[in-house]
């Protein structure tokens, strides 16, 4: 009888000695984080697509984040074919000052003036989709883009009767970029451009175009950029080209140098896009920057989420 | 002798139960805070992941780049593009263990100090540390809090001769989290 008891018990502890060992060797096993599962709770949003709130002439999808000024100057130098003489159009320069402003981490609003037909232009910027993986997923990044510039230039005849609204342009369009990867990112901007008064009456007031553009880094800080504007054909003279622009993008910490080489000098969206007159066969392209600095106005006073 | 062979497999019973228990959170929080008489930068991620298996004392962090959150979104952008190249290397983590772990009892209320060796990984580097942590128990539940400095050279993450005034070489982390049992 006792002899049973014994036996059972040394049965249950060799049991219980095996569970102990099993359990020893679950314990060591390597990860730990594995036994949480894969993290499917958090939404983890493309960054970066594009270094600057411009590509070259475009705006990208991107915008300065919520209370950051992003103060901008660009210069278009003169064209390449108007000969040493003019230091290859290092001799003029247009230009545009901008001000823009993250009001959100979505929406941005801006203004600027171009020297070129003394514009002064106005825009808002407005994160409507954001690019993601994890718990949300989507392929692209979308803003929408609308912009207004009023004209002040004296009135070419002063004589008739002018209208203050001849003297607005509108733009608007809807960006769609996607970063395929760290280093390629690619955007479509299908536009409209609405002009108050055109010069010649086989001009159409709406001008419909589709733009494109990219960046590939080099380095982290680096990147060659692409880009651009197909016109609809039977919208504008035959005076006026496609804009289609290299450029190079150096980020610094607070600023972005992009150079680059264009044929476009208008700086407002519906400049470069219906009043581009240089063409790339005859040379009559020119070099540009864009300096873009940010000034951080308003910090966020938690860091909490 | 019946009574004391019980008495050991009840035991016996008891702590394989015990070793086995695992505590986790994913809420822990991880702060860096790097000072420099140019400016002192900081910033937050609420989201990261700590298990502590008891028994054999191992410890393993985890956590996402991206999360990190900075009074700047100016700063943020520049921290996961040109310095942590998060879309590269998107988490850092820490695999570690717990040295004497025979002086923590974490079925009574106390508070530990303890020390955890093991591999940090992030962006791409493997370094191994030792950091000094506090283990609070109270009424059951585990809290750890720990604070440890990091050279970014360390780890590959170039700093240009640019700011290389604004961005410390000790970077101070504090790491806090409250553990619950991990019910598998």
Known sequence: ???????????????????????????????????????????????????????????????????????????????????????????????????????????????????????????????????????????????????????????????????????????????????????????????????????????????????????????????????????????????????????????????????????????????????TTGRWDKGNIQFGFNVSRMFTIKRKPEITE | MKKIILSIFLATVAITQLSAQKYFTKDGSIKFFSATKAENIEANNNKATFVLDAATGQVEISVLITGFVFKQALMQEHFNENYMESEKFPKATFKGKIEDLSSVKLTADGSYKIKVTGDMTMHGVTKQITVDATLNVRGGKISVDSKFGVNPKDYNIAIPDMVRDNIASNIEITLKGDLQELKK
């Open chain 1, 1 to 275: 009888m006792r002899l049973i008891h014994i036996r059972k018990f040394a049965k249950a502890g060799l049991t219980s000695l095996g569970l102990l060992l099993f359990c020893g060797a679950y314990s060591q096993e390597d990860d730990l984080l594995a036994l949480l599962g894969e993290d499917s709770t958090t939404t983890t949003y493309t960054m970066a697509t594009f270094k600057s709130t411009r590509v070259i002439n475009m705006h990208s999808v991107e915008s300065p984040g919520t209370g950051v000024l992003d103060f901008r100057i660009s210069h278009r130098f003169g064209p390449f074919s108007s000969g040493a003489n003019n230091l290859f159009g290092l001799d003029v320069a247009s230009m545009r000052l901008g001000f823009e402003y993250g009001v959100t981490d979505k929406l941005m609003a801006g203004f600027g003036r171009s020297n070129v037909n003394k514009e002064v232009d106005g825009f808002l910027k407005y994160k409507l989709l954001r690019q993601s993986k994890g718990l949300k997923n989507m392929p692209v990044s979308v803003s929408l883009f609308a912009s207004v510039v009023v004209r002040t230039t004296p009135w070419s005849d002063p004589e008739r009767k002018n209208y203050f609204t001849s003297r607005l342009y509108y733009c608007w369009q809807v960006l769609v970029a996607r970063k395929f990867n760290e280093k390629l990112s690619i955007q479509l901007a299908p536009t409209l451009v609405h002009r108050n008064l055109v010069t010649y009456t086989s001009e159409q007031n709406d001008v419909l175009a589709m733009g494109a553009g990219g960046r590939y880094k080099f380095t982290k800080r680096t990147s060659f950029n692409l880009e651009y504007f197909y016109v609809l054909p039977n919208q504008l003279t035959a005076d006026y080209a496609n804009s289609l622009s290299f450029g190079f993008d150096i980020d610094t910490g607070g600023h972005v140098f992009q150079l680059h080489i264009t044929n476009s000098s208008p700086m407002n969206d519906k400049g470069f896009i219906t009043e």
